[in-house]
Structure formats: C-alpha cells, structure tokens
C-alpha cells in the first residue's frame, strides 16, 4: 500500500536511480572478478559494522589488506587496527576465527567456499550458525555486498525506522529473533514487489535518506 511516504520517497528514487543501479552493478562485480581474498575482506568488513560507521569498518579492512595482516596476523595485532569500530577486542578475534574457518591447506577459500553452498537462503543460514559476530542482518549485508541482495534484508535500525512510515510494519521491534527478522524481511518482500523497486534497491534508496551516501 502505497502511502504519502512512499510517494515522498518515490521522488527521490528517481532522482538516485542510476547511482542505485551503479552501486549494485559494482557489488555484483566484487563477486564476478572478485579473487577469494576479497570475498573474505568483504566478509570479515560485515563483522566490523555492528553499531560503527561503515566507512571506519572499510577503513580499517583496507588498511590491514594494505598492512598484509588481515590473511595473518593474531588478535592483538589486528585489534590496534580496529580503534576506529568498537568492541575491538571482541571483533579481532572473530576475525582470527574466521579466517581459521575460511583457510585451507595455507590459503584463503571463502569465495570458492561459498560457491559450494547452492542457494542464497542456505548461504545466509550458513554464516548465521557459523561465524561469531554475524546475525542475519550482518548476513544480509555481506551478501548484498557482493551481489546476491534481491531476496535477503538488512534490518537495521534506519530500514526498521522507514518501514514504519512507510506502514510496512506497525513498530520498530524490541528485539529481532530469527521468527521475527524474517516475517518482517517477507512483509519487506511482498511491499517491494508492490511498489516495483526490488529489495536490494529499497534497502539503498532507505539507507540514503538516513545516511545522505550510497556506500557499502
């Protein structure tokens, strides 16, 4: 149901379109000629955003790709490149386990990994019962990040916020459990098939009002 809201939104859909599309295009991009080091960069950015700016939890990814201490080093060494995110501490050794998750016979596979999981819905559940430090927003994002953001929200606070005005759902939830993350992901689904602008390009168009960029 299309209200005053989404006609105010609508506009500006138009007018940022052709970045949406842009920005997408490159997501889908990151996967096609991406090598399984940077699909593992993009997986281990999604551990850093939880309640820290995106742009910070890129920076510090970059700057330990450009260190060579992402794919190496411990705990304690990658927590000083993570002052700029919070729970560093907590979040370096996520890192740490993941890459241990993600590393085979001395090298990184998380993109040939992935490759072998069939489905999307099965990817997302994978990382959701697997990696610490990632619920099914961080999943949704890491997945939208490179390309398969069609079908899977990311309900953080700003959708949450938007999806009431745009009376999608009534309130913004307490808390968001798996039962409650998903029914409010299909109610997403079936409002964007409505009103014709797919999930991927709904979460950006939303993210822009709030943030005033397209990023990650």
């Keep these: 149901m299309k209200n005053e809201y989404f006609y105010e939104i609508e506009k500006k859909y138009f007018e940022i379109k052709d970045d949406i599309d842009k920005r997408l295009e490159e997501y889908k991009k990151v996967w096609e000629e991406g090598t399984n080091e940077d699909i593992h960069a993009e997986l281990s950015f999604c551990i850093l955003t939880p309640q820290s700016k995106a742009r910070n939890a890129w920076k510090a990814i970059t700057n330990m790709r450009n260190d060579n201490v992402l794919f190496s080093a411990d705990p304690e060494t990658l927590s000083e490149y993570l002052n700029i995110v919070r729970f560093k501490n907590n979040k370096a050794k996520y890192l740490v386990e993941l890459r241990n998750q993600m590393t085979k016979d001395g090298k990184i596979i998380t993109k040939d990994f992935f490759e072998s999981i069939p489905t999307v819905p099965e990817r997302r559940n994978w990382i959701v ?85 397209i990023f990650k």
């Design 129 to 213: 019962e697997n990696i610490k430090g990632m619920s099914w927003k961080e999943a949704g994002h890491f997945l939208r990040n490179v390309g398969f953001g069609q079908e899977v929200a990311i309900l953080d606070r700003h959708i949450l916020k938007n999806l009431v005005r745009l009376q999608v759902i009534p309130e913004v939830p307490k808390t968001l459990s798996k039962k409650i993350y998903l029914e409010i992901e299909d109610k997403m689904k079936n409002y964007c098939k409505e009103v014709g602008i797919t999930m991927d390009r709904m979460d950006l168009l939303l993210w822009y009002l709030e943030a005033g960029e």
